[in-house]
T-cell receptor
Framework: GAGVSQSPSNKVTEKGKDVELRCDPI?????LYWYRQSLGQGLEFLIY????????KSGLPSDRFSAERTGGSVSTLTIQRTQQEDSAVYLC??????????????FGPGTRLTVT | GDSVTQMEGPVTLSEEAFLTINCTYT??????LFWYVQYPGEGLQLLLK?????DKGSNKGFEATYRKETTSFHLEKGSVQVSDSAVYFC?????????????FGKGTKLSVKP
């Protein structure tokens, strides 16, 4: 079946502009995660949505970052007033979820964001 | 907080050589442990996992054993191939509640020469 998809695949923006990154998880997956991959910081967790629970936003680096998940499916990560240090590959992942089991997270291809 | 430490690369080996990539972790409780691989130009994909102490994960000739006493999850392969060239990430996950995100090591780049 279809995997996790992300759009756009590449985004170049000017410093100070807002950007929106989209993630379509695997159908039926209740958990959705955003991560960031950059040369200096490696792979960092940003935010986690689990079913109808309040999202875990503990990884967001500043209040310029926000995310929402509509209808328990598609998610949008928004970065306001972008800075050069926001340049990275933004990865989305989804998984089944359980209070007692650990399920594989399936990753999308990522969105490469370049802030000029 | 929870963390993962893995050996820094890059690692360069000849084909058919033995591979070990060390990974240790710090976590409270009993996390699940994973190795993810990122081939050139491709996305992250799960290589293997282990969910409790003494479990051995294996896939594509790679193995790793969950060692609680040494808090380690070292990745091994007896005979690497050129096609194994990739970046390997060790990760842990505390599942349940709102703690399902993965915590990754910095990654180890492996290059295998013919």
């Amino acid at each position: 079946g279809a995997g996790v998809s992300q759009s756009p695949s590449n985004k170049v923006t000017e410093k100070g502009k807002d950007v929106e990154l989209r993630c379509d998880p695997i159908s039926g997956h209740t958990a959705l995660y955003w991560y960031r991959q950059s040369l200096g910081q490696g792979l960092e967790f940003l935010i986690y949505f689990q079913g109808n629970s309040a999202p875990d936003k503990s990884g967001l680096p500043s209040d310029r970052f926000s995310a929402e998940r509509t209808g328990g499916s598609v998610s949008t990560l928004t970065i306001q007033r972008t800075q050069q240090e926001d340049s990275a590959v933004y990865l989305c992942a989804s998984s089944l979820e359980s209070q007692t089991s650990s399920y594989e997270q399936y990753f999308g291809p990522g969105t490469r964001l370049t802030v000029t | 907080g929870d963390s993962v430490t893995q050996m820094e690369g890059p690692v360069t080996l000849s084909e058919e050589a033995f591979l070990t990539i060390n990974c240790t972790y710090t976590a409270t409780g009993y996390p699940s442990l994973f190795w993810y691989v990122q081939y050139p130009g491709e996305g992250l994909q799960l290589l293997l996992k282990a969910t409790k102490a003494d479990d051995k994960g294996s896939n594509k000739g790679f193995e790793a054993t969950y060692r609680k006493e040494t808090t380690s999850f070292h990745l091994e392969k007896g005979s690497v191939q050129v096609s194994d060239s990739a970046v390997y990430f060790c990760a842990l996950q505390r599942y349940g509640g709102s703690q399902g995100n993965l915590i990754f090591g910095k990654g180890t780049k492996l290059s295998v020469k013919p």
